[in-house]
């Protein structure tokens, strides 16, 4: 092992001891930022890694929310245009365990309209380094979806859409849930997105619509629960139109999800190309942590 990557979310912790030829092994734990306060940060990532380290010291290199206010530190922003990671940005934390040393990757913020992100960069980082000389827009589908401009290296712009935690307390929290199921219905997706684009100004009625076809017409759970994502995601493109419209395309998720904007994205014209989000982690980080050897 050379040194360790880490992708420490809100939700979650992943490390993996990486190698000359990359990563060795992996391990999660569910001690996301949104579970730790600032002291318990060190000895959650310990209980995770400690079985690869040795007496000599190790660089980890993390990315992701553990570098957000309510993070281990805060790690400054860095103002786009520029590239989407830059080693002079890095942020060192002190540790109590000598075997480790410890450094957050920034992430990036937007003036007008004001927008940031942290753990996206890396992943346009690693877009970057398995498609050298990508021009084109990079999506991040997911909680807080991001549309990324990408020209020249650098990332130009982004936008943010809160698709994942609308659909979330949505379909858990609002009237809604009341006919929503764990099943799907391609169907009623394609026309929750194209109802989306054609009239986003009516996605208030179009949500409440739901409900009342479940109960008038007889509207089924799987439909109900397909519909409501092709009508947020549709007010997200319609919102995103300037990024997609006659770009190239990468999308960065999770399979299932990115099959989604897949899927709505081809009925309008584009065929985007899909990239593991966890290959694009890693190739992110390994291009930072290479770029601090030199």
């Not at 990532?45 to 553990?66: D, E, K, Y």
């Not at 398995?130 to 020209?151: A, E, N, R, Y």
């Not at 990468?250 to 990115?258: F, K, N, W």
């Amino acid at each position: 092992m050379d040194w360790i990557a880490v992708d420490w979310g809100t939700s979650n912790l992943r490390a993996w001891a990486m190698g000359p030829d990359g990563p060795l092994a992996e391990a999660t734990s569910d001690d996301g930022m949104g579970r730790l306060k600032s002291d318990q940060f060190e000895p959650a990532l310990l209980r995770l890694i400690t079985p690869w380290l040795t007496a000599s010291n190790t660089q980890v290199l993390a990315c992701g929310m553990v570098g957000a206010r309510q993070g281990w530190r805060e790690s400054p922003y860095r103002a786009v245009p520029c590239t989407p990671l830059d080693a002079t940005g890095i942020l060192h934390v002190a540790t109590a365990d000598p075997r480790i040393t410890f450094h957050i990757a920034p992430g990036l913020s937007q003036d007008r309209p004001a927008d940031v992100m942290r753990g996206e960069e890396t992943q346009v980082a690693g877009v970057l380094a398995l498609h050298m000389g990508f021009d084109g827009v990079i999506c991040h589908p997911g909680t807080h979806s991001k549309w990324v401009q990408v020209s020249a290296g650098e990332v130009v712009g982004f936008q943010t859409s809160m698709t994942g935690e609308l659909f979330a307390l949505l379909s858990t929290q609002s009237v809604l849930r009341h006919g929503l199921t764990e099943g799907w219905d391609d169907a009623a997706f394609d026309v929750g997105v194209a109802d989306a684009l054609q009239s986003p100004e009516k996605i208030a009625s179009r949500l409440f619509a739901l409900r009342a076809e479940f109960l008038l017409h007889g509207l089924t759970p799987a439909a109900a629960r397909a519909r409501l994502s092709g009508l947020l995601i549709g007010i997200e493109l319609a919102g995103a139109k300037p990024y997609w419209l006659g770009q190239r395309v990468i999308l960065v998720g999770a399979p299932a999800l990115a099959a989604n904007y897949t899927r709505a994205l081809t009925a309008h014209g584009l065929t985007p190309e899909t990239l593991d989000a966890t290959a694009c982690t890693l190739a992110g980080l390994s291009s930072l942590y290479t770029r601090m050897q030199q």
